[in-house]
């Protein structure tokens, strides 16, 4: 028997109607409803997936932190903590939220990563592992020339290209290829080279795309699913990275191995691992924690870099500040020697303030029990997320906080002090960046042989404060892609 038009409408509107109450339903006992933020954040997390999905994350979590204070609720599930306290509750030592499954959406090895791991022990044993090859005492002993050369290589390039093409050159393209250089000699045990071919090669191509993918698939796994089928090339690529990635990887480690042992930061690392210590190393380890430093330690030191001599060529006085401090360097100085500039040290203090290239989100999960935040209570299982561009940018602790001032750095001790306690753009506690000193060694000497050898140089006119505003997938880049600058 058919059912009338009448019937049928009635029994659709009660389906509707149940649908919307089982959705509602849980939301009016969610203790997250405490919290404060948008309405909607209590039934979805679409405008937040939408700030994901345009590169605007950060922007979106620091207006509703602006507009609603430290704790927000920005989906059902989550909520975002912009609070000193808070923050060391979460990432401080000892802490025992592990980092969300978010992470593995985000890189899609086979297996954990350093950077991925979420089980606390397994992840103390890798990091003990790798600590030794990153401490400052190695890189300067085993790796402070292989950086330097690269360095040197660098910026005779930059000139080089300034001289053929009246001046102008791209320096987010030159330092993504010096970092590269640098991170593939240091994970690989031999260089990609590119510095010297003047442009980026396949590994370099895809793993920008495997960021920028990733940080989209971790948030929006269907959007990924349904990528990989789409008949378009470039579509299909950017959620297939990272099997192209693995095929480097394998030639890469093969490579270094063929060599007859090789040299990469790994060497002593395997020599621990067959003694059989715990977080012990293979073959296949070798190969994804290869790619893997790699991707950590590449567009993040470049990003940074390239915001550092922006921002310092845009102000005349900052420039030539700096240019006299790093003419007092010997001819042939070391990582020590820019270590003493106090200058070059606030330079890039503030850099990392302002233009830190990881200043998003680091979601954690509230463990069993729950906590107690900020006033707040916060159940078991939910995501708390910190964010280091809100952090850094709070008036309270940095005056003027918009205001590229590296000689805030230079200022009172105690305030100076409250600063450095404040500042987070390598992450905190035991889960902070394994490469900080590699990075510093690298912002340290790049800075200070490009200020040496490129006295005079400004901004093009294409690099304006649009052309660099920020495009927020996990790290930051210029929306623009680029930063030209004209070399004297
Ligand atoms: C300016 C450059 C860099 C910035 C701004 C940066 C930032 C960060 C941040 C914010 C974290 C914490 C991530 C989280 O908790 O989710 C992190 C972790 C990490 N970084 Fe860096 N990083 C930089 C350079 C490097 C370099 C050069 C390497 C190594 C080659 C590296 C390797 C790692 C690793 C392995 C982790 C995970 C550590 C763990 O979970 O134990 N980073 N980094």
């Known amino acids: 028997m058919l059912l009338s038009y009448t019937t049928a409408f009635v029994f659709l509107g009660v ?66 903590v912009n609070d000193p306290a808070g923050n060391k509750h979460i990432h401080g030592v000892g802490s025992n939220f592990e980092k969300s499954a978010w992470y593995n959406d985000f890189t899609v090895m086979d297996r954990p990563t350093l950077f991925t791991m979420q089980e606390r022990r397994s992840h103390a044993a890798r990091r003990k592992l790798f600590a030794r090859g990153f401490s400052r005492s190695n890189l300067k002993t085993n790796w402070e020339g292989v950086i330097k050369e690269k360095v040197e290589l660098v910026v005779r390039k930059v000139q080089e290209e300034a001289g053929r093409q009246g001046g102008k050159v791209d320096l987010l393209k030159w330092f993504t290829l010096m970092a590269s250089d640098v991170s593939s000699h240091l994970m690989f045990g ?3 080279h590119t510095l010297e071919q003047g442009e980026v090669n396949e590994f370099i191509r895809v793993m920008t795309l495997a960021l920028k993918g990733n940080g989209i698939g971790a948030e929006l796994p269907l959007v990924r699913a349904v990528g990989k089928w789409l008949p378009f090339k470039a579509v299909r690529e950017l959620w297939q990275t990272n099997e192209i990635l693995d095929e480097y990887a394998r030639v890469a480690v093969r490579n270094m191995k063929a060599a007859g042992g090789g040299k990469n930061i790994f060497a002593n690392m395997l020599a621990e691992s067959e003694k059989g210590e715990e977080g012990a190393l293979d073959d296949r380890d070798v190969e994804i924690e290869a790619t893997a430093l790699f991707i950590a330690g590449t567009d993040t030191t470049a990003v940074s870099l390239t915001y550092l001599i922006w921002a310092v060529l845009r102000k005349p006085d900052l420039r030539i500040q700096l240019e ?11 990582d020590a020697d820019t270590e003493k500039l106090p200058f070059l040290s606030a330079v890039i203090e503030e850099t990392m303030r302002l233009y830190g290239a990881a200043p998003g989100m680091l979601p954690r999960i509230v463990p069993p029990g729950g906590v107690d935040m900020g006033g707040f209570y916060i159940p078991q299982g939910m995501t708390v997320t910190t964010h280091a561009y809100s952090a850094h940018r709070d008036p309270e602790v940095f005056p ?24 987070s753009g390598f992450g905190s506690g035991a889960r902070s960046c394994l490469g900080i000193h590699l990075a510093y060694t690298e912002l340290r000497l790049a800075a200070a042989e490009f200020f040496r050898r490129c006295q005079g140089s400004r901004l093009a006119e294409s690099a304006t404060p649009e052309s660099m505003e920020f495009e927020n997938f996990f790290l930051i880049a210029p929306r623009s892609d680029r930063c030209e600058i004209v070399v004297a």
Request: aromatic share 8%; no cysteine; glycine share 4%.
């Open 324 to 334: 006299n401090e790093v003419s007092t360097l010997p001819e042939v100085y070391t």
């Open 190 to 192: 031999e260089s990609f």
């Open 400 to 423: 003027d906080p918009l205001e590229f001032n590296p000689r805030r750095w230079l200022g009172d001790e105690a305030a100076v002090a409250s600063m450095k306690a404040a500042l």
């Open 15 to 80: 389906i509707v109607a149940i649908s919307i109450v089982k959705t509602l339903l849980p939301t009016l006992h969610n203790p997250l409803n405490a919290l404060p933020g948008p309405w909607h954040t209590k039934l979805t997390n679409l405008r937040l997936k939408l700030a994901v999905l345009t590169g605007r994350r950060i922007h979106y979590i620091h207006s509703l932190h602006t507009k609603y204070g430290p704790y927000v609720r920005i989906s059902p599930t989550e909520i975002a």
